[in-house]
């Protein structure tokens, strides 16, 4: 599940301040500026919001599993690279670190990745990090390979006046980051790669959460939500006072219900009951509404005592009630206290509960490839919020440049 680490109110966390793309699919050349702590992205079928959110996706895959592995997943490197272009697929994330170093909240850091095809083969064309560690001066880079061969300046704080440390990698094809970013003596890469490596993209099943599991506690939700009698197990057993603001939570939200319980069976598995009122016995998971189940999937998301940094959520809206998404996203913008969320959606109520700057919408301009714009920054758009109209009544009724069918 990655890295993760504990709350602390006092503790700032990472965020993701902006995200270049070049070449992955229908995201041709598009940029993401100043992104928020929660961000919504809303568009037509095939506008790629998707294909945005897969970038997140994509390079957690390559720090955990490998770049190979990563292209391997999606198919060919081909069917990765936009469709009538050369040249390498790019990402570059520029995002400050959670926490403080040395007493201060740190600098932005920048990092790009390139990867190419030789051969048929996947591989790290370039990777560099770099940041402006004063007022003045331009960025450097403290770490800069091509092709498994660079250097990289260790230290807690790299000057540019460092030493660089030559060290080849075992191929073309091996992060820098994933590979020097488990030594110690690189606690800037580290920090990236555990970064990274914790992102959680989350594509919650109403069908997976409602299995049977072998009983056992477990600390986070998987990515289908199969799990969820077990991280309710292990947060009744290790924060009870989690669970009951997560069951206070879904009992505002959904006024009949009253408890959930999971059951250990004599089999070695856990049934997840659910009561409702005036019901005086519970059912099991698999008779619950869908609404029901995913509502409380995603509270208890919401609520991790040990948060992901960065946690993707895709289209929600499936199977909730169209009043339950506001609050769905007022939940949202509370958990982002502690980590940044990026949601894909295509309902107004949604977005209704957002302002202006927290909303991109994507199209496909003329040459088929994706578009985003601010809703701030369209035209019209911040005089009819001032107005008095909401952000869902203005995108369904045509006000947005874009983000439409």
Same mark, same amino acid.
């Given at each position: 599940?990655?890295?993760?680490?504990?709350?602390?109110?006092?503790?700032?966390?990472?965020?993701?301040?902006?995200?270049?793309?070049?070449?992955?699919?229908?995201?041709?050349?598009?940029?993401?500026?100043?992104?928020?702590?929660?961000?919504?992205?809303?568009?037509?079928?095939?506008?790629?919001?998707?294909?945005?959110?897969?970038?997140?996706?994509?390079?957690?895959?390559?720090?955990? %599993?490998?770049?190979?592995?990563?292209?391997?997943?999606?198919?060919?490197?081909?069917?990765?690279?936009?469709?009538?272009?050369?040249?390498?697929?790019?990402?570059?994330?520029?995002?400050? %670190?959670?926490?403080?170093?040395?007493?201060?909240?740190?600098?932005?850091?920048?990092?790009?990745?390139?990867?190419? %095809?030789?051969?048929?083969?996947?591989?790290?064309?370039?990777?560099?990090?770099?940041?402006?560690?004063?007022?003045?001066?331009?960025?450097?880079?403290?770490?800069?390979?091509?092709?498994?061969?660079?250097?990289?300046?260790?230290?807690?704080?790299?000057?540019?006046?460092?030493?660089?440390?030559?060290?080849?990698?075992?191929?073309?094809?091996?992060?820098?980051?994933?590979?020097?970013?488990?030594?110690?003596?690189?606690?800037?890469?580290?920090?990236?790669?555990?970064?990274?490596?914790?992102?959680?993209?989350?594509?919650?099943?109403?069908?997976?959460?409602?299995?049977?599991?072998?009983?056992?506690?477990?600390?986070?939700?998987s990515r289908t939500g199969h799990n969820l009698a077990n991280v309710i197990q292990f947060l009744g057993e290790r924060h009870p006072h989690v669970l009951d603001r997560v069951f206070s939570t879904l009992r505002r939200r959904i006024p009949k219900l009253e408890t959930v319980e999971p059951l250990s069976l004599p089999t070695g598995h856990l049934l997840l009951t659910v009561k409702d009122a005036p019901f005086e016995e519970?059912?099991?998971?698999?008779?619950?509404?869908?609404?029901?189940?995913?509502?409380?999937?995603?509270?208890?998301?919401?609520?991790?005592?040990?948060?992901?940094?960065?946690?993707?959520?895709?289209?929600?809206?499936?199977?909730?009630?169209?009043?339950?998404?506001?609050?769905?996203?007022?939940?949202?913008?509370?958990?982002?206290?502690?980590?940044?969320?990026?949601?894909?959606?295509?309902?107004?109520?949604?977005?209704?509960?957002?302002?202006?700057?927290?909303?991109?919408?994507?199209?496909?301009?003329?040459?088929?490839?994706?578009?985003?714009?601010?809703?701030?920054?369209?035209?019209?758009?911040?005089?009819?919020?001032?107005?008095?109209?909401?952000?869902?009544?203005?995108?369904?009724?045509?006000?947005?440049?874009?983000?439409?069918?």
């Amino acid at each position: 599940m990655g890295v993760r680490t504990s709350i602390s109110a006092s503790s700032p966390p990472a965020r993701i301040e902006n995200v270049r793309i070049g070449n992955f699919r229908a995201l041709q050349q598009v940029e993401f500026k100043a992104m928020t702590p929660l961000t919504a992205l809303l568009g037509a079928n095939g506008s790629g919001k998707s294909t945005f959110f897969d970038v997140f996706a994509f390079l957690s895959d390559c720090f955990s %599993e490998g770049l190979r592995r990563a292209v391997d997943k999606r198919g060919k490197f081909s069917d990765l690279r936009s469709r009538g272009q050369s040249g390498p697929i790019t990402f570059e994330v520029a995002y400050r %670190e959670g926490g403080l170093i040395g007493g201060r909240r740190p600098g932005l850091v920048r990092y790009h990745l390139a990867i190419d %095809e030789i051969d048929g083969r996947p591989v790290v064309a370039a990777e560099w990090m770099h940041w402006k560690r004063k007022s003045w001066g331009a960025p450097f880079r403290f770490l800069d390979y091509r092709y498994g061969q660079g250097s990289v300046i260790s230290g807690d704080l790299p000057e540019e006046a460092d030493v660089k440390t030559e060290l080849p990698l075992a191929g073309p094809d091996v992060l820098a980051v994933s590979t020097l970013g488990q030594l110690a003596s690189n606690p800037r890469v580290k920090s990236l790669r555990d970064f990274i490596v914790g992102w959680h993209l989350s594509y919650l099943s109403t069908s997976d959460a409602r299995v049977v599991p072998e009983a056992g506690p477990q600390e986070h939700l998987s990515r289908t939500g199969h799990n969820l009698a077990n991280v309710i197990q292990f947060l009744g057993e290790r924060h009870p006072h989690v669970l009951d603001r997560v069951f206070s939570t879904l009992r505002r939200r959904i006024p009949k219900l009253e408890t959930v319980e999971p059951l250990s069976l004599p089999t070695g598995h856990l049934l997840l009951t659910v009561k409702d009122a005036p019901f005086e016995e519970g059912v099991q998971a698999r008779y619950v509404s869908d609404g029901t189940l995913k509502m409380l999937a995603y509270l208890v998301q919401l609520s991790d005592p040990s948060p992901p940094p960065f946690l993707g959520i895709e289209e929600p809206e499936n199977f909730l009630h169209p009043r339950l998404l506001g609050e769905l996203a007022e939940e949202c913008e509370v958990a982002t206290r502690h980590m940044q969320m990026v949601v894909t959606t295509h309902s107004p109520f949604f977005i209704d509960a957002l302002e202006a700057n927290q909303v991109w919408a994507l199209r496909r301009n003329e040459r088929g490839y994706t578009e985003a714009i601010r809703a701030s920054q369209m035209a019209g758009v911040p005089e009819q919020i001032a107005a008095g109209g909401s952000l869902g009544q203005l995108w369904i009724e045509g006000f947005f440049e874009a983000g439409n069918p």
